[in-house]
Nanobody, 125 residues
């Protein structure tokens, strides 16, 4: 079973940037499509981005396109979320997720197999 641990969340001013990391245990990292989600207080969990096992395919939620970039380093078993031009509405707990099957970037969006514990991102206006 894979374990996912997020880090990098903090308080940042609007217009600023932040990079989140998600370290994944296990020896089969490249066999998983990875994704990021977020959940604001009182809101449903929202899909943010996903990336294929080899890192060649990505997809994004509409609210973050052009501002956020997902990437992965398969030598470090880590997936990243670079967030630029942050807005107060980006405030949320950000979760990392994994789906077995390196090409399953749409399935990781719809039905992840594993979740991390989340990291808080707060954007002040």
């Amino acid at each position: 079973q894979e374990q996912l641990v997020e880090s990098g969340g903090q308080l940042v001013q609007a217009g600023g940037s932040l990079r989140l990391s998600c370290a994944v245990s296990g020896h089969t990292f490249t066999m998983y499509a990875m994704g990021w989600f977020r959940q604001a207080p009182g809101e449903e969990r929202e899909f943010v981005a996903a990336i294929s096992g080899g890192g060649t395919s990505t997809t994004y939620g509409d609210s973050v396109k052009g501002r956020f970039t997902i990437s992965r380093d398969n030598t470090k078993n880590t997936v990243y979320l670079q967030m630029n031009n942050l807005k107060p509405e980006d405030t949320a707990v950000y979760y990392c997720a994994a789906r077995a099957g390196p090409a399953q970037i749409l399935r990781v969006r719809d039905a992840p197999d594993y979740w991390g514990q989340g990291t808080q991102v707060t954007v002040s206006s």
